[in-house]
């Protein structure tokens, strides 16, 4: 395990925990936590933050992510995935995703925007 996988397993528990996580500068991304399962080739949404923009789009636990703009997740590590979903304030990211109930796939364009859990 790297040192930046335990960091983001800490931040996650500490979130879920319910206590502050603060980060200098703050995270700039549309307010989801993505992770990968054992039977997951595409990235999966894990968590979607209150108020964010991933939050205003409608997405929601469980939606699969295809692509993020034109990169498959299926052939990108999860960190490689964070740092394409991530970007600098006021930027797009196109989500490709598909709902594992329906089986429909739909695309959403999301402005990145500072992140501050609560």
């Known amino acids: ?4 996988n335990l960091l983001l397993i800490v931040c ?8 502050p996580v603060f980060a200098d500068p703050p995270i700039v991304g549309i ?4 992770g990968r399962g054992p039977a997951d080739t595409a990235l999966r949404v894990i968590q979607v933050l209150p108020n964010t923009p991933a939050a205003a789009g409608g997405v929601v ?3 699969l992510i ?5 990169a498959p997740t299926a052939m990108l590590s999860v960190e490689d995935c ?4 991530r970007g600098p304030e006021g930027t797009t990211v196109r989500l490709e995703l598909l709902d594992p109930v329906t089986n429909k796939t739909r695309t959403i364009v999301l402005t990145r925007a500072p992140i ?3």
């Open 66 to 70: 295809n692509k993020i703009d034109d």
């Open 12 to 19: 996650l528990l500490a979130l879920l925990a319910g206590a």
């Open 61 to 63: 636990v469980d939606l």
């Open 82 to 85: 964070v740092g394409l979903i």
């Open 31 to 34: 307010g989801i936590v993505v």
């Open 116 to 118: 501050h859990p609560q």
């Open 1 to 4: 395990m790297t040192a930046r």
